[in-house]
């Protein structure tokens, strides 16, 4: 009968985990001195050993020959044995997830009064213990607190938030780490020699790189593709197309489209990878790996040797890193990896991603900071490329800011009472009222100056062409018209304009005040 090489190749003793290896010598040590608690908690993500070490603890602690065996069980007494045949009564494994009820910790406590008959210690192991009731916890908390002394506990967790501080305290706590991708690559490679897999080396890192850490999920994800293909040479491309994977060529493709804000080049290239049958999770992780390696390519002078890729891919990508702003390539790895958690739990998976793809293109539409600055540096390249036109006098900006066709006349704006004194008076407080603003909205505000023909609508003028372009937000108008309420207890109705050369100096006055200015030469509005 057919045995998946995850459980084939688990480790059977301490020196044949990988990538724990603070863990693992810790344990060692203690059972080599003898030192051996009586409660352990083993949290970290999924696949990277916990179960694996706890079994291996089971053996060890129980092993006549684990002392002068450097820590590790020999795996050929009578004691390790029969833990391995699964058919000792001393050695008790556990699924919380199941078996979390009260009446389950009970019967474990009614197990603890009993010692063990083949051994020194009796071991219960409780794995993923997070999914015990809050009854079934108070029910082992007892236990956990004063255990007899040939009893040991060892809970396994993907979630240790989720475990009470009263247990947290009692145990000795292991923390195990995602496992690097080199490590999981050399696993791989020595069990494919065993094993007798032809496969290529560049598809055994792929499939560690794709693993995320866990070597259990990366021995699921080579038996999977040794299935596909079975007794043939594996290749790279084989691998991609069992994992439902995109090569470097289409992401190119996409980051191009992204790049350029061509929305249907971009949805294109979700279609053919749905048509292809790409999983879009894995698409996506994919990526933001290949926007990773083309931020590396921006920011470092030898990239080389920090990405995976052949030459070929190399060149490519540092095509596409010419015309990518590090900002702009920072703004779509955040995006992205939101996307991946976002889809991890998502039905709708294709309309989350392109849903991101198309928010990427439009950084118009955001309202945060990030948007701003992505803006912003979309308009320095276009100046530096020359493709950015500052508007001219007389066009509708222009005009609409009302420049002065004469420089050196006065514009006289005559305004009733009330309205000149509330206009004065905002006039007076309007750097107050624009700091008083927050995040981007008092970016764009900054440097601005206020006008008016009535008192009732307010004209904010901008010096500059490209803050005044990105003004017209509604959230910074309508934030400053909350802000000015508030202070004033009257609503103004704001009009952003872009502010004209040589434009004609207002002076406000109020009607009494109109005749001392009859000997000037004016322009009168209002």
């Not at 020194?120 to 236990?143: C, Q």
Request: aromatic share 6%; charged share 30%; glycine share 6%.
């Amino acid at each position: 009968m057919y045995q998946a090489l995850y459980r084939k190749w688990r480790p059977k003793t301490f020196d044949e985990v990988r990538g724990q290896d603070a863990v693992v010598t810790t344990l060692k040590n203690q059972i080599i001195s003898g030192r051996i608690g009586h409660a352990y908690l083993f949290c970290g993500t999924r696949g990277t050993g916990k179960t694996s070490v706890a079994k291996i603890l089971a053996r060890a602690v129980n092993c006549p020959q684990a002392q002068s065996n450097g820590g590790n069980p020999c795996n050929k007494c009578e004691v390790c044995s029969s833990i391995l045949n699964e058919s000792s009564m001393n050695v008790m494994e556990i699924d919380a997830a199941s078996n979390n009820g009260v009446d389950n910790i009970r019967d474990i406590r009614e197990q603890v009064q009993y010692p063990p008959t083949q051994g020194r210690y009796k071991v219960f192991i409780i794995d993923e213990v997070h999914m015990l009731s809050t009854g079934a916890f108070n029910a082992l908390l007892k236990t956990l607190e004063e255990p007899p002394e040939y009893v040991i506990f060892i809970l396994a967790t993907t979630e240790v938030h989720k475990i009470p501080v009263t247990v947290l305290s009692r145990c000795q706590r292991y923390d195990f780490r995602r496992i690097s991708a080199a490590t999981i690559a050399e696993r791989l490679k020595e069990l494919t020699d065993a094993e007798g897999i032809d496969i290529e080396d560049r598809a055994i890192e792929y499939i560690a790189k794709t693993a995320d850490g866990a070597m259990r999920d990366a021995l699921s994800l080579l038996d999977e593709c040794v299935a596909f293909h079975p007794d043939e040479h594996i290749t790279y491309d084989q691998v991609l197309t069992v994992l439902g994977a995109a090569d470097t060529a289409t992401f190119a493709k996409l980051f191009k489209a992204v790049a350029k804000a061509d929305t249907a080049g971009a949805l294109n290239v979700v279609e053919e990878a749905v048509n292809d049958g790409k999983e879009l999770s894995q698409f996506a992780t994919d990526f933001l790996w290949f926007m990773r390696n083309l931020l590396v390519i921006k920011t470092t002078e030898d990239a080389a040797g920090l990405i995976d890729a052949s030459s070929e891919n190399l060149e490519s990508m540092k095509n596409c890193a010419q015309g990518a702003s590090k900002e702009g390539l920072m703004r779509y790895i955040r995006q992205v990896a939101e996307l991946i958690n976002r889809m991890r739990y998502s039905g709708q998976k294709r309309v989350l991603l392109e849903m991101a793809l198309i928010r990427l293109m439009t950084p118009q539409a955001e309202e945060d900071l990030e948007g701003v600055l992505a803006r912003i540096s979309d308009l320095e390249e276009k100046v530096r490329n020359g493709n950015f036109v500052r508007a001219e006098a007389g066009s509708p900006e222009q005009t609409e800011a009302g420049a002065s066709e004469d420089a050196n006349k006065e514009k006289v704006v005559r305004l009733e009472k009330a309205r000149y004194d509330d206009f004065m008076n905002l006039r007076n407080i309007w750097q107050d009222m624009v700091d008083s603003l927050t995040g981007p909205n008092k970016f764009l505000m900054k440097g601005t100056s206020v006008e008016t023909s009535d008192g009732d609508v307010i004209l904010i003028d901008f010096d500059k062409a490209d803050v005044y372009n990105m003004a017209h937000r509604d959230s910074a108008i309508e934030e400053l018209k909350r802000t000015v309420t508030e202070k004033f207890g009257k609503e103004f109705v704001f009009r952003p304009r872009l502010k004209g050369k040589g434009e004609t100096e207002t002076r406000y006055v109020t009607e009494e005040e109109l005749s001392s200015l009859i000997n000037m030469e004016i322009e009168i509005e209002g």
